[in-house]
């Protein structure tokens, strides 16, 4: 069973090549082929899937290097407030409300960015929601609103999300906390 993280990793790599593939002809055909609805629509689609698979190996590739000890903690000085701009802007235009200033800290602002933007993204996605508020309290971010069906997926305790579940053993993993309390879900960072 030790060896089932390094397993996961080899699979994620193996696996980047033949999605990079995919994802360079759909770009390729997008410059070049000159297409018409729907085909175009249709590459776009395969670019947009492409990405998302491939952010789905890098989280769990992540996920396998913190559950066998092999991921460090890269902290830099940042601002939370930025952070928290940042992971809007790469969610969706209005799709996330920054609320709260931020503060200077030093956190490791890629695995941070990585777990805020799948936690907001399942909370849009299984809260049905249109617009979740990310607000910046110091170091530490509050995702709202979250309810009692919403919580358990978020939290990774019902097995319905694997971005939220990834985030979430990943910044516990680190050392980091992820609670729900008053109908937010609370991120303290590892640090």
Not at 69 to 77: F, K, M, N, S
Not at 85 to 94: D, L
Not at 160 to 183: F, H, M, Q
Not at 185 to 191: D, E, G, Q, S
């Given at each position: 069973?030790?060896?089932?993280?390094?397993?996961?990793?080899?699979?994620?790599?193996?696996?980047?090549?033949?999605?990079?593939?995919?994802?360079?002809f759909?770009?390729?055909?997008?410059?070049?082929?000159?297409?018409?609805?729907?085909?175009?629509?249709?590459?776009?689609?395969?670019?947009?899937?492409?990405?998302?698979?491939?952010?789905?190996?890098?989280?769990?590739?992540?996920?396998?290097?913190?559950?066998s000890?092999?991921?460090?903690?890269?902290?830099?000085?940042?601002?939370?407030?930025?952070l928290a701009?940042?992971?809007?802007?790469?969610?969706?235009?209005?799709q996330?409300?920054?609320?709260?200033?931020?503060?200077?800290?030093?956190?490791?602002?890629?695995?941070?960015?990585?777990?805020?933007?799948?936690l907001?993204?399942?909370?849009?996605?299984?809260?049905?929601?249109?617009?979740?508020?990310?607000?910046?309290?110091?170091?530490?971010?509050?995702?709202?609103?979250?309810?009692?069906?919403?919580?358990?997926i978020?939290?990774?305790?019902?097995l319905?999300?694997?971005?939220?579940?990834?985030?979430?053993?990943?910044?516990?993993?680190?050392?980091?906390?992820?609670?729900?309390?008053?109908?937010a879900?609370?991120?303290?960072?590892?640090?």
């Open positions: 069973m030790t060896e089932f993280p390094g397993i996961v990793t080899l699979a994620c790599h193996d696996l980047r090549t033949p999605l990079a593939t995919v994802r360079g759909a770009k390729t055909l997008q410059r070049t082929a000159g297409l018409d609805e729907p085909e175009s629509r249709y590459l776009e689609l395969i670019d947009a899937a492409s990405i998302e698979l491939t952010e789905l190996l890098d989280l769990l590739g992540l996920l396998a290097r913190v559950e000890g092999r991921q460090e903690l890269t902290p830099v000085d940042l601002d939370t407030g930025d701009r940042a992971v809007a802007s790469e969610v969706g235009a209005g996330v409300a920054v609320e709260g200033a931020g503060e200077p800290a030093q956190l490791d602002g890629p695995i941070l960015h990585r777990a805020l933007a799948g907001a993204r399942c909370a849009l996605r299984h809260g049905a929601l249109e617009q979740v508020q990310l607000q910046v309290v110091g170091t530490r971010f509050e995702l709202r609103p979250v309810d009692e069906r919403l919580a358990p978020l939290l990774g305790d019902d319905k999300d694997l971005g939220a579940a990834g985030a979430t053993r990943i910044l516990r993993g680190l050392g980091g906390s992820v609670e729900v309390e008053g109908g879900l609370v991120v303290a960072p590892p640090v």
